[in-house]
């Protein structure tokens, strides 16, 4: 059974940092590119970043280019969001999925809030 399980999120002061890490299991995960994306409350989807199977080529959206960095560490199956710099329209569920949408983490709440 695949599964993707976020954790790391929480409540952080505008200009702060979170790390989010999505533990991966059920399939081989160097195999795969990766995602994150988020939901903003009362908003649609906000895809944020990807990074291909050995973690060489990455992409992220321009709302969070230079602030956010994704990484990946095959050994342990696990995926890294790491945000800095934070601001409030940062603020949404963070969301890992395997590249092809099919499967997707329960999610980790980030609110950036003085």
């Known amino acids: 059974e695949v599964q993707l399980v976020e954790s790391g999120g929480g409540l952080v002061q505008p200009g702060g940092s979170l790390r989010l890490s999505c533990a991966a299991s059920?399939?081989?995960?160097?195999?795969?590119?990766m995602r994150w994306v988020r939901q903003a409350p009362g908003k649609g989807l906000e895809w944020v970043s990807n990074?291909?199977?050995?973690?060489?080529?990455?992409n992220y959206a321009d709302s969070v280019k230079g602030r956010f960095t994704i990484s990946r560490d095959n050994a342990k199956n696990t995926l890294y969001l790491q945000m800095d710099s934070l601001k409030p329209e940062d603020t949404a569920v963070y969301y890992c999925?395997?590249?092809?949408?099919?499967?997707w983490g329960q999610g980790t709440q980030v609110t950036v809030s003085s």
């Open positions: 059920g399939f081989t995960f160097s195999k795969f590119a």
């Open positions: 990074i291909n199977s050995g973690g060489g080529d990455t």
């Open positions: 999925a395997r590249i092809l949408w099919d499967y």
